[in-house]
T-cell receptor, first 113, second 111 residues
């Protein structure tokens, strides 16, 4: 089993739809859970991160972590064409653990006007 | 702040040539990373550094070398370029192990 698994998609939705992006993982030492957005031919940018289990909201974006199921999600409400990008989940053991992030392979999202 | 800058943006190399990809950050971050990204394969860690003078191998270090003489700079050296090194290279920095900030990337083609 890979350390982090992410459905590669692609996913195509109409404007205004609610989008759900998911990742599963196997390493129970992960403490920080990140979502990165990468526009075509650009570097990834950090959207948001969550520490341990729970929800975190930032505008139209909500990150959810369920450590008991080793499952994380990113929800995008009222999706816009500008949300069209590849979304990568990433996980870290945090301070005291590995200094490396483990990334999912990314899910390409297209929001159609 | 410029954040993380990378040069060059594009480069075409012939097989067997060498080059250095430059990466500079102005955020005083201790952690710096080099990744390569191939289509459909996600980001693969080449080398990383937890501070000046300290470097360590990532998942795919073969054919690459790094140095970290200052906090700001983390160059990646390709010796004897091979077609398998055709990729997009990203440098990233962070103040901790999880909030990584990426540069714009270098697109390298080896022919």
């Amino acid at each position: 089993q890979k350390e982090v698994e992410q459905d590669p998609g692609p996913l195509s939705v109409p404007e205004g739809a609610i989008v759900s992006l998911n990742c599963t993982y196997s390493n129970s030492a992960f403490q920080y859970f990140m979502w990165y957005r990468q526009y075509s031919r650009k570097g990834p940018e950090l959207l948001m991160y969550t520490y341990s289990s729970g929800n975190k909201e930032d505008g139209r974006f909500t990150a959810q972590v369920d450590k008991s199921s080793k499952y994380i999600s990113l929800f995008i409400r009222d999706s816009q064409p500008s949300d069209s990008a590849t979304y990568l989940c990433a996980m870290s053991e945090g301070q005291g653990g590995s200094e490396k992030l483990v990334f999912g392979k990314g899910m390409k999202l297209t929001v159609n006007p | 702040n410029a954040g993380v800058t990378q040069t060059p943006k594009f480069r075409i190399l012939k097989i067997g040539q060498s080059m250095t990809l430059q990466c500079t950050q102005d955020m005083n971050h201790n952690y710096m990373y080099w990744y390569r990204q191939d289509p459909g394969m996600g980001l693969k860690l080449i080398y990383y550094s937890v501070g000046a003078g300290i470097t360590d191998k990532g998942e795919v270090p073969n054919g690459y070398n790094v140095s970290r003489s200052t906090t700001e700079d983390f160059p990646l050296r390709l010796e004897l370029a091979a077609p398998s090194q055709t990729s997009v290279y990203f440098c990233a920095s962070s103040r901790n192990t999880y909030e990584q900030y990426f540069g714009p990337g270098t697109r390298l083609t080896v022919t």
